[in-house]
C-alpha cells in the first residue's frame, strides 16, 4: 500500500530554518512528481514546490522562493524540503503528494494523487 510520512515540522523563530522529509513505502518514486503543499487555517491548500522525476525540474510558489529549496533522494524514497528564513505566514500543516496517474496540474491540489497526513511547521518567536 502506498503511504507517505512527512517529518521535520516544528516551532520555529523567524528567520530560522526546518528541513522536512517525506519518505515513500509501497512503491517507488523513481519515475513520480513529487511535491509539497501547505494548508494554513482558514485558507485553501496550495502548492508550495514540485520536482520532477528526475529532479530536472522544480517549481516554487512566488511566496517561497529563494528560501526554500526542493530535493530527492531516489536511492532512499525520499523528498526534502529545506526551508530558510521562514516567516510568521509559512505557519501550515505540510503535506508530501505524489501524482502517479498523470493527470492535472504539474504543481496543483488536482495534479496530486496521493497525500500524507501532514506535519505542523508553526514560525513564531
Known amino acids: 500500500q502506498l503511504q507517505l510520512v512527512e517529518s521535520g515540522g516544528g516551532l520555529v523563530q523567524p528567520g530560522g530554518s526546518l528541513r522536512l522529509s517525506c519518505a515513500a513505502s509501497?512503491?517507488?518514486?523513481?519515475?513520480?512528481?513529487i511535491g509539497w503543499f501547505r494548508q494554513a487555517p482558514g485558507k485553501e491548500r496550495e502548492g508550495v514546490s514540485c520536482?520532477?522525476?528526475?529532479?530536472?525540474?522544480?517549481y516554487y510558489a512566488d511566496s517561497v522562493k529563494g528560501r526554500f529549496t526542493i530535493s530527492r533522494d531516489n536511492a532512499k524514497n525520499t523528498v526534502y524540503l529545506q526551508m530558510n528564513s521562514l516567516k510568521p505566514e509559512d505557519t501550515a500543516v505540510y503535506y508530501c503528494?505524489?501524482?502517479?496517474?498523470?493527470?492535472?496540474?504539474?504543481?496543483?491540489?488536482?495534479?496530486?494523487?496521493?497525500w500524507g497526513k501532514g506535519t505542523l511547521v508553526t514560525v513564531s518567536s
Open positions: 509501497g512503491f517507488t518514486l523513481d519515475y513520480n512528481r
Open positions: 503528494a505524489v501524482n502517479v496517474y498523470g493527470r492535472g496540474g504539474w504543481c496543483t491540489v488536482d495534479g496530486m494523487d496521493y
Open positions: 520536482i520532477s522525476s528526475s529532479a530536472g525540474i522544480k
